[in-house]
């Protein structure tokens, strides 16, 4: 399907006259919206960041409207399903990176592109993982695995393309001012979700999705972002 504004308008005026979508904000801080209804009942899936709903829209940036987000930036992460994404206004940036671990980065090709700390050389990570609990929030346990994110290759989405994203890969997004996207899981298998942090940095596990804000606030930004 070829997803459009106007289409998202229908489907943001659908949710809101059912008083369903699911709507919350990402520790990241971008809003989610379940397009289809999220499974009521408790399943493994939602141990490994899956929330149960295979079509979500995302809106990062949305004008007049600030949103929260965790006191932590922890933006490579990596998930456990395939996705696929269409963008519908704005731009995103795509970033694609390789995790090494140990000597492996030592022996790394493409030292140059490993990402700098602060003072220019290698910055060390400390690899986590995400465990979710019922209510959808996550928290981060540390692996006690360092190493280094290597820079693999990065690409533009402008408004009316779409892009795929394989499982398991460590990658970030990056908005270019109002960013609204649907996201569609097309297929979720069995592992866990991992996030990377720079070692200075402990990450912020007191962020709760259901009370960062209020679902008027939200809808209220989404109108704004579709407008």
């Not at 809003?31 to 399943?43: F, G, K």
């Not at 704005?90 to 022996?107: D, P």
């Not at 866990?192 to 007191?206: C, K, Q, R």
């Amino acid at each position: 399907m070829q997803y459009t504004l106007d289409w998202v308008r229908q489907e943001v005026a659908r949710l809101q006259g059912e008083g369903a979508g699911n709507i919350r904000v990402h520790p990241n801080g971008f809003i989610q919206v379940d397009l289809l209804a999220t499974e009521e009942s408790w399943h493994a899936s939602h141990h490994k960041g899956h929330s149960g709903a295979t079509l979500r829209l995302h809106i990062w940036n949305p004008p007049d409207h600030v949103l929260p987000r965790q006191g932590t930036v922890n933006e490579l992460h990596t998930h456990v399903f395939d996705m696929h994404s269409t963008i519908v206004r704005g731009k995103m940036n795509q970033r694609i990176y390789t995790f090494a671990v140990g000597s492996e980065w030592h022996s790394h090709r493409d030292l140059d592109k490993v990402l700098k700390g602060p003072v220019g050389g290698p910055e060390l990570f400390k690899l986590y993982k995400a465990v979710y609990a019922k209510s959808s929030d996550s928290r981060l346990e540390d692996t006690g695995v360092p190493g280094v994110v290597v820079s693999n290759f990065d690409w533009s989405v402008h408004e009316g393309q779409d892009y795929f994203q394989p499982a398991f890969t460590f990658h970030d997004s990056d908005p270019e001012g109002c960013t609204v996207t649907i996201m569609e899981k097309t297929r979720v298998y069995d592992g866990d979700a991992y996030v990377l942090v720079p070692v200075a940095i402990e990450p912020d596990n007191s962020y709760d999705r259901a009370s960062a804000s209020t679902p008027e606030y939200l809808w209220s930004a989404v109108e704004a972002a579709v407008a």
